[in-house]
């Protein structure tokens, strides 16, 4: 993950303010090839988030959908909390933990020479501790709504605990973990204060598509291009959402009607 | 000796406490509901723990509180046929009845697919998914998913609930032809009197 070359940032950087004075003109297509760069660094942000958030997430959501133990409330409580604190709190939070003078920051590039500050695996991180709570709730539902005694009947069948997880819980909550990830997908791919915060707004590296409409109503020429990304957005958000409503109502079994 | 059992188990408000010293053939459990009928088949099973006693089927001990032998379900090799089926949704009758395969071939059970499918009738049914099924059919795909699985004893949770009246007296039969063509002893919970009386070889009242 991100390992970058010595003056990588710097040189993305350079080369953004160089376009940064051309931007709005069109290289052919409707989006300029600076808008496609937006899309894909918001793309490939959504998607190393998700996957790393994944999990994560499913862990959390089988341990609160089935698991008793003090403290449950708590940890219930805490898995929410990026959804009701002010989002600027969380990147904050992350910069303290994550940044490189961190705790955790200072450690991950020790060890593995990961960074996260001000790097697009940072915009990452972000957009999967603020996607983290939707994908949970989705996930544990979908666990809850998973009969306990068929796991006991596989169990009485000669399944260890571990294959009656795999070839009876995981397959029957399938559909709500593909919803929770789609819905993850989308709300990383709209993550703002949290990743302003954390790892600010650099073009080519931490500049997602929210922050680059932020960025573009600054602009007193830029409403064509908060147009053309606002509308690009509104679709990408519309297509998970669909997806994920879909994915939900597919129902293990039913899928071919006899 | 097919099954000596003997335990205690407080639940709630209800006290269970059994003894029970069968030859082979049928043991039937008779009682009114809410006795804990079901929950004496989960505890031979192994999916619920007794307060105390001890369970051995054919010589077998899957549980002593005293020696502090408690098999987990899979090592038990009971085939248990669930009051409400319990078939895998999500799997076609085939993959259900398939999925105690693994143990079956560890154990060198005898049983081949072709041969439990014709007995309980249900080779049509093969490629069908369970929702699809009729009371009465789910019933006998699942004793099939029980007997293919490597099971040395049949615990049958009321077998005929769910199930047509027209249906009953094929499950009945059918259950017969188990008990003399097959001689694995059965566990078999009813609150049926008439039904305990024609089916028992051992009748426990509890």
């Not at chain 2, 099973?45 to 098999?71: C, K, M, N």
Request: hydrophobic letters at 50%; one cysteine or more; glycine letters at 10%.
């Amino acid at each position: 993950m991100g390992k970058h070359p010595p003056g990588g940032v710097t040189r993305t950087r350079a080369s953004y303010i160089q376009r940064d004075t051309v931007s709005g003109v069109r290289t052919g297509g409707v989006l300029s090839a600076e808008e496609w760069e937006i899309i894909g660094l918001s793309l490939r942000v959504g998607a190393v988030s998700t996957v790393a958030a994944l999990p994560v997430a499913f862990a959390l959501a089988f341990t609160l959908a089935r698991r008793d133990f003090p403290g449950r409330a708590l940890l219930d409580a805490l898995v929410h909390l990026p959804l009701v604190l002010p989002p600027v709190v969380t990147g904050w939070a992350l910069l303290l933990l994550f940044g490189r003078r961190g705790p955790i920051g200072h450690a991950l590039e020790a060890c593995c020479g990961m960074v996260f500050a001000f790097r697009w695996t940072g915009a990452a991180l972000a957009a999967a501790v603020m996607a983290l709570p939707l994908m949970v709730r989705a996930m544990r539902l979908s666990i809850e709504a998973v009969d306990t005694r068929l796991e006991n009947a596989a169990r009485t069948l000669g399944a260890s605990p571990w294959r009656a997880f795999l070839t009876v819980t995981l397959p029957l909550s399938m559909p709500g973990i593909l919803a929770a990830v789609a819905l993850g997908f989308a709300r990383s791919l709209g993550e703002f204060g949290a990743t302003v915060s954390f790892v600010s707004s650099i073009p080519g590296e931490t500049r997602t598509l929210p922050l680059a409409i932020y960025g573009a109503m600054q602009l007193p020429a830029g409403e064509t291009q908060v147009l053309r990304l606002a509308l690009v957005s509104i679709a990408l958000a519309l297509g998970m959402l669909l997806l994920s409503e879909l994915l939900l109502r597919r129902q293990p079994g039913r899928q071919h009607e006899l | 000796m097919s099954f000596d059992v003997q335990l205690t188990k407080q639940l709630g408000n209800t006290r269970i406490e059994l003894r029970i010293c069968a030859g082979p053939g049928i043991t039937v459990l008779v009682g009114p509901s809410g006795v804990g009928k079901s929950s004496v088949l989960n505890m031979v099973a192994g999916l619920l723990r007794p307060d105390s006693g001890h369970i051995q089927v054919s010589g077998e001990t899957l549980y002593d509180h005293r020696a502090g032998i408690d098999l987990p379900p899979e090592q038990r090799h009971a085939g248990y046929v669930f009051q409400d089926s319990r078939l895998f949704p999500h799997l076609r009758v085939i993959e259900n009845l398939r999925y105690g395969e693994r143990r079956a071939r560890a154990g060198k059970s005898a049983f081949a697919l072709e041969e439990i499918s014709a007995l309980l009738g249900i080779e049509a049914l093969l490629q069908r998914w369970p929702r699809t099924l009729s009371g009465g059919e789910a019933r006998r795909v699942a004793i099939g998913r029980a007997l293919l699985s490597g099971a040395r004893f049949l615990l049958l949770d009321e077998p005929l609930s769910f199930v047509d009246r027209a249906r009953r007296e094929e499950i009945l039969r059918l259950i017969e032809r188990l008990r003399d063509e097959l001689a694995l002893p059965m566990l078999y919970v009813t609150h049926d009197p008439d039904e305990a009386r024609w089916l028992a070889t051992t009748l426990v009242a509890i």
